[in-house]
């Protein structure tokens, strides 16, 4: 087995001081893992997409860390959207993390006509459009079990991926799985596809059971009988259920490891210790000197 493993993390914006300090925490921890980047996440609405750019700049300025943010299009004008990757590019920023993002409008409801008539309706569209501003390194979502909202199946999440490697994607970032085959099926549809880019499996470490259920219901994400029945009985006992926690992600990363993979992406959701535990077991050693950025 090769001891070349690499990670990379994604935190979210805080929201208020309580989740800013966890946030800096969780950078103080995991910072000396010298990751290959760090992405920060981006959600709808004008205050949200505020906030990741606040955030990214603070980790820009006070880190050595690579920083990534999420860029979403579904809802966004494309002078908006080009607006931000510019200002993003012109301040250092050379990863984006391309994704359609989510509707704003309950999906139960019917799309107006003509809604997409001035918006960018795929994230393959804003690949192109990255690509058009500027030389950037762009990183692109992927859905073993096919997209939650789209209803698509997986040869279709495919094609898809396929499309945005064509406009210029550099790297396939999956949501989170707990059946490691299902990573493993989907890799070998790519390659049967030729498709070459790497496919960096999306790691989510277990904090809570319903937080977990919760998730994976939203994600489309399958929770096998098998984990389930791991934290069975353990919905008052915290302690037991962090340490079934860690033997749950050791051992998926043991499995992919066993099967080729190097790069892991981790959603930290802003809390350091599994991850932490993770990277112990892929061998990754905190690095001696600081990642703090010298004035």
Known sequence: MSTSASVSFEFFPPTDAASARALDTAIEQLSPLCPTFVSVTCGAGGSVRSRTRDCVWRLQNSTNLTVAPHLTCIDSAPAEIESTAKVYWEHGIRHIVALRGDLSQPPHLPTPVGRFGDR???????????????????????????????????????????????????????????????????????????????????????????????????????????????????????????????????????????????????????????????CQALDIQPATKSTDKVA
């Open 120 to 278: 960018y309706e795929y994230a393959s569209e804003l690949v192109q459009a990255l690509n058009r501003l500027g030389d950037f390194e762009i990183s692109v979502a992927a859905y073993p079990e096919g997209h939650p909202e789209s209803g698509l199946s997986v040869d279709a999440d495919v094609q898809n991926l396929a499309r945005k490697i064509d406009a210029g994607a550099k790297r396939a970032i999956t949501q989170f799985f707990f059946d490691t085959d299902v990573f493993l099926r989907y890799r070998d549809r790519l390659a049967a596809r030729r498709v070459s880019i790497p496919l960096v499996p999306g790691i989510l470490p277990i904090l809570g059971i319903s937080q977990l259920f919760g998730f994976a219901q939203r994600c489309g994400a399958t929770v096998p009988p098998w984990l389930r029945q791991c934290f069975d009985g353990l919905e008052s006992d915290p302690v037991a259920r962090r340490v079934v926690a860690a033997e749950v992600l050791i051992g998926q990363l043991q499995r992919l490891r066993a099967y080729g993979v190097e790069a892991f992406h981790f959603y930290t959701l802003n809390r350091a210790e599994l991850t932490l535990a993770a």
